[in-house]
């Protein structure tokens, strides 16, 4: 196996994500390269993060352990071409793009089979995300326990089978925005309504960590559970937002998938 190391191409939203995940996190990596075509982009992720090697060069990330494919998906193809043949066989090549599957990632590779692919998580930046991952079916158990291993301070790693890809992406991937602008409104009002900024923030978070808990784990049925609070203030708009969610949800997934 090769040092403790980690690459990336594209040095966009998600890289820095992870960097800040790694800096924050208990593990730590002997070296981290970060490949972009952007010359002017890489002096400013370097400034921010100085413990990474920045670099123009694409074939200088490909000596590393792990190498995550950080770019968007209609120039996939066109970057793994380089890639072929320039890959060591001990190399976890990983995307982090929906849509591309690993058949066609190993075709365009002319055959190289180490690959994986992972749904990254914007709560990952305080090291709580949830980044499920598949492995190819020929990466050795080794392989997935050292790399599950190294992406520990990401958070949550389940590995999944990947025609659930696509599903988490517009679960627990694009999630977050479904609630962000919400729970922000929510703490507006509240600051407004009395409350103190942090304890706003504070009895929101309680909220709905205790929400989740007993919708989930409660053993109540979701009418039940429903009726547990006498005053909907939202019930007349319900419908609306559930209408909402199956309209924008089922479209965005209908674009993503394979």
Request: zero cysteines; aromatic letters at 8%.
């Given at each position: 196996?090769?040092?403790?190391?980690?690459?990336?191409?594209?040095?966009?939203?998600?890289?820095?994500?992870?960097?800040?995940?790694?800096?924050?996190?208990?593990?730590?990596?002997?070296?981290?390269?970060?490949?972009?075509?952007?010359?002017?982009?890489?002096?400013?992720?370097?400034?921010?993060?100085?413990?990474?090697?920045?670099?123009?060069?694409?074939?200088?990330?490909?000596?590393?352990?792990?190498?995550?494919?950080?770019?968007?998906?209609?120039?996939?193809?066109?970057?793994?071409?380089?890639?072929?043949?320039?890959?060591?066989?001990?190399?976890?090549?990983?995307?982090?793009?929906?849509?591309?599957?690993?058949?066609?990632?190993?075709?365009?590779?002319?055959?190289?089979?180490?690959?994986?692919?992972?749904?990254?998580?914007?709560?990952?930046v305080?090291?709580?995300?949830?980044?499920?991952?598949?492995?190819?079916?020929?990466?050795?158990?080794?392989?997935?326990?050292r790399?599950?291993?190294?992406?520990?301070?990401?958070?949550?790693?389940?590995?999944i089978?990947?025609?659930?890809?696509?599903?988490?992406?517009?679960?627990?991937?694009?999630?977050h925005?479904?609630?962000?602008f919400?729970?922000?409104?929510?703490?507006?009002?509240?600051?407004?309504?009395?409350?103190?900024?942090?304890?706003?923030?504070?009895?929101?978070?309680?909220?709905?960590?205790?929400?989740?808990?007993?919708?989930?784990?409660?053993?109540?049925?979701?009418?039940?559970?429903?009726?547990?609070?006498?005053?909907?203030?939202?019930?007349e708009?319900?419908?609306?937002?559930?209408s909402?969610?199956?309209?924008?949800l089922?479209?965005?997934?209908?674009?993503?998938?394979?």
């Amino acid at each position: 196996m090769k040092t403790n190391s980690i690459g990336f191409i594209g040095g966009g939203r998600i890289t820095k994500i992870m960097l800040h995940a790694f800096n924050n996190g208990p593990i730590r990596f002997d070296k981290m390269v970060v490949f972009d075509t952007n010359s002017k982009a890489l002096p400013l992720l370097k400034q921010k993060f100085p413990n990474i090697t920045v670099t123009e060069n694409l074939l200088e990330v490909t000596n590393t352990e792990v190498v995550f494919l950080a770019i968007h998906p209609p120039v996939m193809m066109e970057t793994l071409a380089k890639l072929k043949g320039e890959l060591n066989s001990e190399t976890l090549l990983v995307s982090l793009a929906p849509k591309i599957t690993m058949e066609k990632m190993t075709a365009a590779l002319d055959g190289f089979d180490n690959v994986a692919r992972m749904n990254p998580s914007a709560s990952s930046v305080v090291n709580k995300g949830v980044n499920p991952v598949a492995f190819g079916s020929l990466v050795s158990a080794e392989t997935k326990d050292r790399f599950l291993e190294m992406m520990l301070s990401l958070g949550h790693t389940p590995e999944i089978a990947e025609s659930k890809m696509e599903a988490y992406a517009v679960i627990s991937a694009m999630g977050h925005t479904y609630f962000f602008f919400q729970l922000q409104k929510m703490k507006e009002l509240a600051i407004i309504f009395g409350m103190e900024e942090v304890e706003a923030e504070t009895v929101i978070a309680d909220m709905l960590w205790g929400t989740t808990e007993t919708l989930f784990k409660s053993g109540l049925s979701y009418q039940e559970v429903a009726d547990l609070v006498p005053v909907k203030p939202m019930g007349e708009v319900e419908e609306a937002i559930k209408s909402y969610y199956d309209l924008y949800l089922t479209a965005i997934f209908t674009m993503i998938k394979p």
